[in-house]
């Protein structure tokens, strides 16, 4: 179900950033949002970077008294991407690089805001580790790459290092159906085009899920009493909750983008990118994720030293990631415990 | 790429058919063509029903000299489903029936009609066999259960005999993607909704093909440059090539819907229909596909005596069944055999 909105964060004034596109984002706000407390040798903080339309306060579930994410112990950063509505965004820049003149973000972009950070602001020079769902994995697979020698562990789940061809096809239909929508204008709507993120939201609803999710009926473990109640009170609500028609557009762009290879140095190669890094790793697929199959991140892991991948073991498909289904909660809970204690 | 248009096709006059719905289709047409000629007995005919949005010749992949539907030795018929534009539809409909306005129709409907020219035109009594792609894999389910001591054997490929939830979900986004286009107009269009259509197209092109054909650029022995000429080239042209925004919604509304268990008699009861099914069957579902996958043919198979599930071993997703790919095209062809071999 759509979250309450909140205020209950932090901006960090990045100052001019020149994006990997050349323009450049000025006076660029960074929000985020800190747990638990930095200790004096500063060796306890882990970054949580947020995933496609997730906001901060949508990572909390991850975080807690007795899971691996403790704020008793750690000093856990959660970044909001840019492009999320909280960060500079399309929909909060003033013109005239507002909406559609929202320059385009690279994950590289994304981490190197979000290293300044944690390096200028925070004054931390070492991550104990650095985790996320999603877009957010693949902002984790771009801090092991821009910054090996940072990086206590990485646990990047549902997520990938490059975002594969099937994915970009998956991620141009979810645009497609918000631009059929007359109203979208080219992005120059002043009322949010409401046919087209609801045609969205259900483009999304057979991806987000799997076959046996809906086949099962999970949904009613979410509190949904059909499936036409789920499709409307969860997935067009989840398009409608405050989200922006361009936001959304803005990290479609990123994600559909997204390669570790494009890391300035590499040249376009993934596989030599990959080779970097160097930290402990677990790659956390979902079995039925269907738009970032575990085959991918098999591929992945022969570039990857040491790298595991640990499938999680869910009907859930893309979702097991996203902290509703307590099983899957507690799976990837337990990988967090594994890293963050090795890395004691 | 699409298919030149032709009209090389006989029509059947139904006469007045009343529907499922209660509508009556008045003056309905059933538009076929045929392959073969059928012999004194009548005992050789074989029907092979049409897909979303196919017509007849989009089938005559599976059909030729030395196949197992050699016309030299089989009568095959192919019934255009009502709603693909050349049989009954919203397209070629007159007022008030027409555009929007056209009935909804059910799988038991369209075997109805088909059964009134297999039986009423051509005299035949027995089917060697009814075989099918998709929703013609839905069809070929609907005559085992309609008309099953009709029945010489029974070959559904990459379909179902109960639409599942998942599948329903997935129609959905095809269908919001096209209302989506102000165009559409409610239905009332005079030019196709473009921007609706290509979007639906966009949707339908993650799902068609599997994700491990997008990995390995498959498209390329379609003979596309790059992905977004298979995008464009294949997908879009693949929703304009003659298609209608409102044929194309009403042959989703009958996929939708696709129940054996709504047969007159079954109250709803898919498992009570299935144990109906007397004829020798090959269930073949494609491994990769990712709207009909294996494990919904798997739980349908345990209510169908003697029947085989053989999975295609293909990477072609739901394309398995589309004739593209000679391999999978060799895999359907020897059940096609093996089945016709044991009925003969």
Redesign the interface.
């Known amino acids: 179900m759509p979250h309450q909105y909140r205020d209950d964060y932090e901006i960090y004034n990045l100052g001019d950033v020149v994006l990997q596109s050349g323009i450049t984002l000025r006076e660029a706000k960074l929000a985020y949002k800190t747990y638990g407390t930095l200790n004096a040798d500063r060796s306890n903080a882990v970054v949580y970077p947020t995933w496609y339309s997730g906001r901060h306060w949508e990572n909390e579930w991850l975080i807690g008294a007795g899971m691996g994410l403790d704020p008793a112990k750690y000093f856990i950063i959660v970044p909001n991407m840019l492009g999320n509505g909280l960060s500079s965004s399309p929909s909060n820049t003033p013109p005239p690089f507002n909406g559609p003149r929202f320059p385009d973000v690279t994950f590289y972009d994304q981490v190197e805001c979000q290293h300044q950070l944690v390096t200028e602001h925070f004054g931390i020079e070492r991550l104990a580790m650095v985790l996320g769902w999603s877009m957010g994995a693949a902002q984790t697979y771009q801090w092991g790459v821009s910054y090996p020698d940072m990086m206590g562990a990485l646990l990047p789940f549902c997520g990938s290092s490059v975002t ?7 991620i ?2 979810v645009a ?2 918000i ?5 979208w204008q080219s992005g120059w709507y002043e009322a949010q085009p409401q ?2 993120l ?2 969205a939201s ?2 999304y ?3 987000g ?7 099962h ?1 999970e949904w009613r473990r979410l509190g949904f009493s059909s ?1 036409d109640d789920f ?1 409307v009170g969860f997935w067009e609500g989840f398009f409608l909750d405050d989200r922006d028609a361009n936001n959304l557009l803005t990290m479609l762009w990123t994600w559909k983008h997204g390669n570790v290879g494009n890391t300035p140095g590499f040249d376009g190669d993934t596989q030599a990118a990959l080779r970097t890094i160097s930290a402990p790793i677990i790659q956390m697929p979902g079995r039925t994720d ?2 970032f ?1 575990p ?2 991140e098999q591929w992945a892991s022969q570039f990857i030293h040491g790298s595991e991948v640990r499938v999680i073991p869910s009907i859930w498909g893309h979702f097991a990631g996203g902290g509703s289904n307590d099983e899957d909660t507690a799976f990837i809970d337990r990988g967090v415990k594994e890293l963050l204690d090795g890395a004691a």
């Open positions: 594969s061809p099937h994915n970009q096809v998956f141009d239909s497609a159906a631009k059929a929508d007359t109203a046919i087209g609801r045609a259900r483009v609803a057979g991806w899920f799997s076959q046996a999710f809906y086949w009926q499936l499709l269907l738009y199959p085959e991918d």
